[in-house]
């Protein structure tokens, strides 16, 4: 039997919508949620992820502001600007769109931002929580991997997770995510990685398989079990000349292959993907409430 389908679409969809009521009943109490974005440079891709980070902003009801800096700012210009946000208490959360340009330290400049306002979950303190099982906000990409999970009813609860890739972005905060001792988490958790020996040997070995590795349909049918449920984070871009554009999007499994196989899998785009900016707005929200001490319920 094909293989369900796990749209993140319409998962992110039913969350947003839950935010959006959670929003209004903290505007009724005199509280809306703010988040500030800062771009530098005029990157497309960057300014286009800040640009839908904003439309869904709007969606929920969450204030949003994006300030941009030419791409010959310095690292003083914008370590001055989050400065000022930390204090500003219009905004709950901030985030700097990465990649910086290169004479720009990044780790300097995610370290400046105040963890309580941190809405990607990048600062090292956030990072830091999540790893000894006191969490403040989520990571929203691998967040946004548990929802989808939890919300289709592969709960990851006493399972074989298999990730792979290990980046401080996606692989790393979805493993320290997902052993936590608590509903929807308490998996068992391997992380695959360039190291890793008999890699086909482990992914098969995995009820739910997490591909997070930025390489074009990588994970093939051979590498996973029958009725295991796959989770794809890749999003990479090959040329296809039957597009307008001569590219088109593609995961880091063979989807084609493997939906013939699994119990459930996320397309590519439509999976993971529009779960991330969901899950920014649930990060900002909640970092309000925190902030404010004024919640919904
Ligand atoms: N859906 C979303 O919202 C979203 C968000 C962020 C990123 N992404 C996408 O997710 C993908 C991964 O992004 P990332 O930032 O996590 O990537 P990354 O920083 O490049 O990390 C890739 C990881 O995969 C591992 N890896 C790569 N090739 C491998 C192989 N052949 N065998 C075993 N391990 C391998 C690497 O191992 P080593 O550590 O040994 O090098 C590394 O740990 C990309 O396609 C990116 O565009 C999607």
Not at 126 to 153: A, D, E, F, M, W
Not at 198 to 208: C, F, G, K
Request: aromatic letters at 4%; one cysteine or more; proline letters at 6%.
């Amino acid at each position: 039997m094909p293989a369900k389908i796990l749209s993140g679409r319409e998962i992110s969809a039913e969350v947003r919508g839950e935010l959006k009521e959670k929003v209004e009943k903290l505007k009724a109490k005199g509280l809306t949620p703010g988040l500030a974005m800062v771009r530098v440079g005029e990157d497309p891709a960057s300014a286009s992820y800040v640009k839908q980070k904003g439309k869904t902003s709007e969606e929920v009801g969450v204030y949003s502001e994006t300030i941009v800096f030419p791409g010959d700012t310095s690292e003083e210009v914008l370590l001055a600007k989050i400065a000022e946000l930390n204090k500003d208490p219009k905004f709950h959360g901030i985030l700097v769109q990465l990649p910086l340009p290169k004479h720009i330290n990044q780790d300097r400049v995610i370290n400046a931002i105040d963890p309580i306002k941190d809405a990607d979950c990048f600062h090292p303190v956030n990072v830091g929580k999540l790893l000894i099982g006191k969490p403040y906000l989520l990571p929203c990409t691998p967040h946004g991997v548990q929802q989808i999970l939890i919300r289709s009813g592969y709960s990851p609860e006493g399972k074989h997770v298999v990730i792979c890739g290990r980046s401080n972005l996606n692989g790393k905060p979805l493993f320290a995510i997902l052993i936590q001792k608590k509903t929807g988490a308490n998996a068992t958790v391997t992380v695959c990685h360039t190291g890793t020996k008999n890699l086909h040997e482990i992914t098969r070995s995995a009820d739910i398989l997490v591909a997070a590795m930025g390489s074009p349909k990588f994970i093939k049918a051979d590498m996973v079990k029958e009725g295991a449920v796959v989770v794809d984070v890749g999003v990479n871009r090959i040329q296809d000349p039957t597009t307008k554009s001569g590219f088109r999007l593609t995961g880091d499994t063979d989807f084609e292959a493997l939906k013939e196989k699994v119990e459930a899998i996320t397309p590519v785009p439509g999976g993971v993907g529009p779960m991330t900016v969901t899950m920014l707005m649930w990060n900002t929200i909640m970092a309000a409430e925190v902030q404010t001490g004024i919640t919904a319920e």
